[in-house]
């Protein structure tokens, strides 16, 4: 199964379990990804197929015919979906996780997010225990770093990279030992040794520039035993400080985007600006380009460049 296909099906689920009323195929089509640019016959055809296989595989769609509507509506009942409680051992549970670890590698997050944020923008209402998280697929790999890191602390291989400080436009080679590659609030660490500065140290994924060289033999890296990674990336909860971007947008184009803006300047030159709030730019950068030519985000300077080194890796 495509890429492609796989996050329309998701969207779908998503759509039909966030909504808390029935949905006709009109809104399932304004609301999910991968429906909306088709002519009304593939829709259908698509949109047919893609109910016939989240059934076959056990997802129950249920259909609710309305008297006072002229067209059916849809939905997933999420206690007829939802599993029962699962009892694991310790080393079930463990193996589980790591596998959902590489699964979320897809990068499905932002699809799931997007999903949501249409049906919101579009006024229809969502479940909110939904959309605190019990879809939202938290970690993001598009980091270009990831694989190689990846890689690298299965192998036990020592690392080099240039890293960009914080706060910092210089950018230095630091080599390595990576003891673990760690998730915190949507962005991704590693975990390690740094030979440099002779300490342990954690780097930010989205800092590293350039490609991350391997240096060594497989087994070579060490890890101390009881070291703890999540302590090591700081994960204690601190407050996040809310803070708002200006973005062009062309006109026309990105309702949904106008919907969540807190302020919309309507433009002369085919342009219009709007101010979004947001507090990581990373997640943000994430957003914005996937909307390719139809956004311009102005500012803040470390937003903007956080979506112009996403645009460049997809080029890449």
């Known amino acids: 199964m495509s890429r492609r296909k796989t996050e329309r099906l998701l969207n779908l689920v998503i759509c039909l379990l966030a909504t808390r009323r029935p949905l006709s195929a009109e809104q399932i089509r304004q609301a999910v990804p991968g429906y909306d640019r088709d002519g009304d016959e593939a829709f259908q055809r698509m949109f047919e197929r893609d109910k016939n296989e989240l059934r076959e595989i056990g997802i129950p769609i249920d259909v609710v015919r309305d008297p006072w509507e002229d067209e059916p509506g849809y939905r997933i009942e999420r206690q007829s979906y939802e599993l029962p409680e699962i009892t694991l051992e310790a080393d079930e549970a463990a193996v589980l996780g790591l596998a959902a670890q590489v699964w979320q590698r897809a990068s499905l997050a932002e699809a799931a997010s997007g999903a949501l944020l249409k049906l919101r923008a579009g006024g229809v209402a969502t479940d909110e225990t939904i959309g605190a998280g019990a879809l939202e697929l938290r970690l993001d790999t598009r980091d270009p770093a990831f694989p190689a890191l990846w890689d690298a602390v299965r192998d036990r291989r020592l690392v080099r990279f240039d890293y960009r400080s914080a706060g910092s436009e210089s950018v230095r080679s630091r080599t390595v030992e990576p003891w673990g590659v760690v ?4 962005r991704w660490y590693l975990a390690g040794f740094d030979r440099g500065r002779d300490a342990p140290r954690a780097f930010r994924l989205s800092r590293i520039t350039g490609q991350v060289a391997t240096v060594g033999r497989p087994g070579s890296v060490e890890v101390p035993p009881g070291v703890d990674l999540r302590a090591m990336v700081g994960f204690p909860e601190e407050p996040v400080e809310g803070r708002t971007a200006v973005i062009r947008v062309r006109e026309g184009a990105c309702e949904g985007l106008r919907q969540l803006s807190t302020a919309v300047r309507v433009g002369s030159d085919g342009w219009d600006e709007v ?25 803040p300077p470390d937003a903007r460049e956080a979506v112009i080194r996403r645009l460049k890796g997809a080029l890449a």
């Open 275 to 299: 101010d979004l709030g947001f507090t990581d730019p990373e997640r943000l950068a994430g957003w914005m380009a996937s909307l390719g030519a139809d956004v311009e985000v102005v500012e």
């Open 183 to 186: 998730s915190r609030r949507g």
